[in-house]
């Protein structure tokens, strides 16, 4: 069992950044990668970018240059960091862990608004 804590949402101007955490705790040691995915209302759930345990990442096309993932092993915590945010990134940022398993959890959502 894995729980996952989402922190750091919150709202901001369009071209302003945000910091989202992703708290991990529980069996972490079989933690194989992490991710951020986002759902905007009345569309499906769609990566954001993901880390793998031995660091590789990978973006969604839409924000490559704008996003970055990355991790603490030490705190157990992924992070999300967000520049030039645009009105279309609102929605509610989940973390995603999957382990060796290939079993996967979910954080319970923090939600992003960009909006003058």
């Known amino acids: 069992q894995v729980q996952l804590v989402e922190s750091g949402g919150g709202l901001v101007q369009p071209g302003g950044s945000l910091r989202l955490s992703c708290a991990a705790s529980?069996?972490?040691?079989?933690?194989?990668?992490m991710g951020w995915y986002r759902q905007a209302p009345g569309k499906q759930r769609e990566l954001v970018a993901t880390?793998?345990?031995?660091?590789?990442?990978n973006y969604a096309d839409s924000v490559k240059g704008r996003f970055t993932i990355s991790r603490d092993n030490a705190k157990n915590t992924v992070y999300l960091q967000m520049n030039s945010l645009k009105p279309e990134d609102t929605a509610v940022y989940y973390c995603?862990?999957?382990?060796?398993?290939?079993?996967?959890?979910w954080g319970q959502g923090t939600q992003v608004t960009v909006s003058s």
């Open positions: 995603k862990a999957v382990l060796t398993t290939l079993s996967s959890y």
């Open positions: 880390i793998a345990s031995g660091g590789s990442t």
């Open positions: 529980g069996s972490i040691g079989s933690i194989y990668a």
